[in-house]
């Protein structure tokens, strides 16, 4: 079986113009992509990974080599050639709102990739493109709005629409999710895999975030000056690296912040299964889940700077001192709800976002009861570890045990039990 996107020996070089020197930014490079698969590019800044995409997707011409496409070779495709493709391959980029008019309604921007299709009736284009929009979280009222009326969470919504509407079988996705905020990136990057789980399309995934691209890609390939230097399943390059120039990679993407890192992943890996097995209904899930946004949203906090940031850290510093007020226990509830809630809004299931914010409400019962900070701190972090290492039968036990937790909010604000009131349910 042949592979859908065939890359052979594939070379740019940039012409310099004036003073500066011609640019030599793929050497040789043969990869290819099977249909339904996504293929995660990385290397670091300058390695050529968009020259590839751009080649692909025909922007850039090839100064040596070939790109076949479901066994046609694309290579330097006529006019005529690019047009019929232009159903078929499609692109999303880091930043849409500069491959937006800002003057076009979303109806005409996303109904844009329905041009070279035969043509349809108003009614019939228009009844599609409300349903990309629908699909990916977005109502009809978007419809008569501007680019500019939009977060870049949403404007990244509706470049995932425009790219998928015609049915494309390859969509080039060049730092797709690098703008922007972590809680956002999630939702995004699950929106992709259900849209590829439910249409078979193939992504070409470009990024120099490794923790992303292990999420992402079935398969793996690793860029360094222009040049393939390591190409593999998705586990085996980031788990792996047999190449020194990818363990570098691997490293310096987890010196950033290790912690962070690893509960980043964690959240995506907990919404990720969370959305594949809702259709079931695993409780596992959903404890995971839970686990995974408190944790994030308490090392997101300490990590970084912002307002509500700075509410949930300063609450911790406190509750590290040991001099833990219930004010400052509320509003680090308040804080991680308000954060929590920006990661799951979009992709939760109403009923399992209600039972999250109840077990949450649970914990933080349990905190004020108790004065127990450091203890549910430290659950948090157990469950956090719980869920990294694949462990559901103790995150199971953790979240069970922190469930069973009752008291009631205002009463316990008001008259503070002596003893604490950790009872189990069973
Ligand atoms: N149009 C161009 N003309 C000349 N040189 C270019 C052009 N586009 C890219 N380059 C050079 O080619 C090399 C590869 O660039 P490319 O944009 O493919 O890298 P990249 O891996 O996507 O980097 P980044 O992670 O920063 O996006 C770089 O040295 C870049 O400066
Ligand atoms: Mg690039």
New binding site residues.
């Given amino acids: 079986m042949s592979a859908l996107v065939q890359i052979r020996d594939l070379s740019v070089l940039?012409r310099?113009r004036g003073r500066?020197a011609d640019?030599l930014?793929l050497d040789g490079v043969s990869v290819s992509l099977g249909a339904g698969e996504t293929l995660g590019l990385v290397?670091?800044?300058?390695?050529?990974?968009?020259?590839?995409g751009?080649c692909v997707l025909g922007l850039?011409q090839p100064t040596h080599g070939t790109i076949t496409f479901d066994g046609r070779d694309i290579t330097h495709r006529t006019a005529r050639e690019r047009r019929a493709l232009s159903t078929q391959v499609q692109a999303v980029f880091q930043d849409p709102y500069s491959s937006f008019n800002p003057h076009r309604t979303i109806e005409q921007t996303v109904g844009e990739t329905l041009d070279s299709l035969p043509r349809m009736s108003r009614a019939e284009r228009r009844a599609r493109i409300v349903a990309m929009l629908e699909r990916v979280g977005l109502d009809q009222s978007a419809l008569t709005k501007f680019p500019a009326q939009f977060s870049g969470g949403q404007r990244q919504r509706i470049a995932i629409a425009r790219a998928l509407l015609p049915d494309p079988r390859l969509v080039v996705c060049?730092?797709l999710v690098s703008a922007l905020d972590l809680s956002v990136q999630a939702q995004v990057l699950n929106l992709l895999l259900e849209l590829q789980r439910e249409r078979g399309v193939a992504y070409l995934f470009?990024t120099?975030d490794l923790a992303v691209v292990r999420h992402m890609s079935t398969r793996v390939a690793v860029?360094q000056h222009?040049q393939l230097v390591e190409e593999g399943t998705s586990a085996e390059v980031t788990e792996h690296p047999t190449q020194p120039y990818t363990r570098r990679l691997v490293a310096a993407s987890l010196d950033a912040d290790a912690d962070l890192q690893r509960v980043r992943r964690a959240t995506r890996k907990a919404v990720a299964d969370s959305t594949r097995t809702s259709m079931g209904g695993g409780a596992g899930s959903d404890v995971a889940l839970l686990g995974a946004f408190e944790q994030q949203a308490v090392a997101e906090a300490t990590a970084q700077p912002t307002p509500r940031a700075s509410i949930v850290s300063g609450a911790l510093i406190q509750a590290k001192g040991g001099a833990s007020t219930i004010e400052t226990l509320v509003a680090l509830r308040a804080a991680i709800l308000e954060m929590a809630s920006r990661t799951s809004a979009t992709m939760t299931p109403p009923d399992l976002l209600t039972r999250l914010e109840g077990a949450r409400a649970d914990l933080c019962r349990a905190v004020i009861a108790d004065g127990r900070t450091s203890e549910f701190l430290d659950l948090l972090r157990q469950l956090a570890a719980a869920i990294e290492d694949g462990d559901r039968v103790q995150a199971r036990m953790i979240v069970n045990f922190l469930d069973s937790v009752e008291g009631d909010v205002s009463s316990v604000a008001h008259d503070r039990p002596e003893t604490g009131s950790y009872k189990s349910r069973s």
Avoid: P, Q
């Fill in positions: 940039y310099g500066r640019k930014a290397g670091e800044s300058g390695s050529g990974k968009s020259t590839l751009n850039v060049d730092e470009i120099h860029l222009g």
